[in-house]
């Protein structure tokens, strides 16, 4: 059977690769099964522009994800495709696929939920729409079956994920991405997931939804193989680590480092991580290994907010972090929310001034928004209700932050106070003079220019 994955038109420019979908690509590939993978993200395609590609290709198996900002947008595409192509059975996995299926398969022009993690799914499911068997022995299924909705089995986890073969980033045109906002431009990015999964408990993230809670890693070998294979066969020069937080097994971590330098990669690269994870030793051997920047979730400036939300870390543990990568010369991407759960204008307040006080080099702020797949989703569902459109979820995007309009409103704090914050404090960082001139010194070409331009106006001045 012939296999389409489809990374659906939605907003803005493609910062990322679909690294999900390219891992389902490569293990198709690897079975022998044909398949092929649309980015129309990076494609720059609209959904009749989308349309006309899949026909072209005419698959029997159309494979959606999305998160709950993009899920509209998938929903839109899918009802789309249906209708182009009805003889197609259309699927659809990913973070809100897995945390809401049910509502998922009751949407016009889906098919099949995915739920949970997708490789072994994939191939058999694949396998059982090709010859006809019956879908209830694939396990992390929903669908429909005689009017009525079907789950099956959980989908266990993949214990050993070395055997999981590298992304298909040969179905992707790499120059396509733009990377992350401080990574410095010198030429191709991609993505890297050297891990599955997060053992922290914070309740506004929905990590937990696909992993279930754990955290498998892949062996410092097997990372350090994919890393030279991004810089031989795709001559990558930047990388992103994905990881929730790259640095909780510091000694693989340092594996990693000292392998890169040894292999003389010259990579520059960015990651995630909490403040409580790294310590001075462990920042400046990343930054000898080609770390030149690391995105912080502070959250809140209000220890009593951070605890409320099961953060585990404390403002001077930030604080200290922020210390050390300014001595060392690691820029700092830092991410900041407010209008949480019984959160105050005081506790407002607190977090404005403690971040100018760490001032790192770029911030981004948002509104808290409960999403599913979340502990706070849990607890707030009576605020929440049933969502008819989720693209209200979008418009707390920090990308945006002239449409940070409560999803739902989670603190007493009146919400045109809160888009008021995030528009502000948005604008407090973008226009630092002493940013600005770092980052004009680091463009090196006309078009770098001109995106960054672009950026700044739609941070700074949207409404």
């Not at 059977?1 to 493609?14: C, E, I, S, T, Y």
């Not at 733009?178 to 993505?191: D, M």
């Not at 770390?291 to 930030?318: H, N, P, W, Y």
Request: net charge positive; charged share 25%.
């Amino acid at each position: 059977m012939k296999v389409l994955f489809v990374n659906a038109p939605w907003v803005g420019k493609a910062i990322y690769p679909p690294l999900g979908l390219a891992y389902l690509a490569a293990v198709l590939d690897r079975k022998g099964i044909e398949n092929d993978l649309i980015d129309s993200e990076a494609k720059g395609y609209s959904v009749p522009q989308l349309e006309k590609e899949v026909k072209k290709r005419n698959p029997e198996i159309i494979c959606l994800t999305g998160t709950t900002p993009s899920i509209e947008s998938v929903f839109r595409c899918a009802r789309a495709l249906k209708k182009s192509l009805p003889q197609s059975t259309i699927l659809i996995g990913g973070p809100h696929a897995s945390a809401l299926p049910e509502d998922c398969i009751n949407r016009d022009g889906i098919d099949i939920v995915i739920v949970g993690e997708g490789e072994m799914t994939i191939v058999e499911l694949v396998a059982a729409l090709d010859s006809g068997a019956p879908l209830k022995g694939v396990k992390g299924l929903c669908y429909k079956e005689n009017g009525k909705t079907v789950m099956t089995s959980p989908r266990e986890l993949i214990e050993d994920i070395n055997s999981i073969p590298f992304p298909a980033r040969y179905k992707l045109d790499l120059d396509k991405y733009v990377g992350s906002i401080g990574l410095p431009k010198v030429g191709r990015i991609a993505t890297v997931m050297t891990s599955r999964g997060c053992p922290y408990q914070c309740t506004y993230c929905s990590s937990h939804i696909i992993w279930k809670g754990r955290l498998r890693m892949r062996s410092a070998e097997n990372v350090l193989q994919e890393l030279e294979e991004l810089v031989e066969r795709y001559h990558v020069k930047a990388i992103m680590f994905k990881d929730d937080t790259l640095a909780v097994n510091k000694q693989r971590l340092k594996d990693i480092c000292r392998g890169m330098m040894d292999r003389k990669m010259n990579l520059l690269w960015s990651c995630s991580s909490r403040v409580d994870n790294v310590n001075k030793e462990l920042l400046e051997l990343m930054h000898r290994a080609g770390c030149r920047l690391i995105e912080f979730g502070f959250e809140s400036g209000s220890q009593r907010v951070l605890d409320r939300m099961k953060k585990g870390t404390s403002l001077d543990q930030a604080r200290q972090a922020v210390k050390w990568c300014k001595e060392i010369g690691i820029s700092i991407n830092g991410f900041f929310m407010i209008g949480n759960p019984q959160e105050t204008i005081e506790d407002v307040e607190k977090t404005i001034e403690f971040a100018k006080e760490l001032n790192p080099d770029n911030a981004q702020w948002a509104i808290t928004t409960p999403y599913p797949g979340t502990q706070m989703f849990v607890d707030m569902k009576d605020r929440i209700g049933k969502v008819e459109n989720w693209d209200s979820f979008l418009h707390c995007n920090p990308l945006y932050p002239g449409e940070s309009t409560p999803a739902v409103l989670l603190s007493d704090i009146p919400p045109e106070m809160l888009h008021d914050y995030v528009k502000s404090m948005t604008r407090h960082f973008i226009l630092r003079p002493k940013r600005i001139a770092r980052n004009l010194l680091k463009i090196r070409s006309a078009k770098e220019l001109m995106r960054q331009v672009k950026a700044g106006y739609r941070l700074a001045f949207a409404r």
